[in-house]
């Protein structure tokens, strides 16, 4: 699933620091994190603060991060258990839906 966050008050798209679809360094979910780490930016940039409410919004209902695309999130899928895999200490066993060979 793709997403983004909306100003509730404007309606407008909030900055996440990328365009969805653009696959470049800003697509990377830690490109901010990485930044504040080096000084590059302050631990008020908006960029930064709407990403960790969007990753702390979707990680606290279980869902998990495509780490190359800050925008994609899955839940279980067969990304979803690969992801958990490699990021968790008690990853999905297996994907409870995904692919259907069509009719």
């Not at 100003?7 to 900055?15: A, E, L, T």
């Not at 679809?21 to 990485?34: G, P, Q, V």
């Amino acid at each position: 699933m793709d997403l983004s966050l909306r100003n509730r008050d404007s309606g407008n798209y909030c900055d996440l620091g990328g365009r969805f679809e653009d696959i470049n360094d800003l697509a990377a979910t830690d490109c901010f994190e990485r930044r504040l780490a080096a000084g590059v930016i302050g631990g008020d940039d908006t960029r930064l603060r709407y990403r960790r409410l969007l990753h702390w919004a979707m990680s606290s209902e279980g869902f998990e991060n495509d780490p190359f695309t800050f925008w994609h999130y899955d839940w279980g899928s067969q990304l979803y258990v690969k992801m958990t895999r490699a990021l968790r200490e008690k990853p999905a066993k297996a994907a409870w839906y995904g692919y259907i060979t069509p009719p």
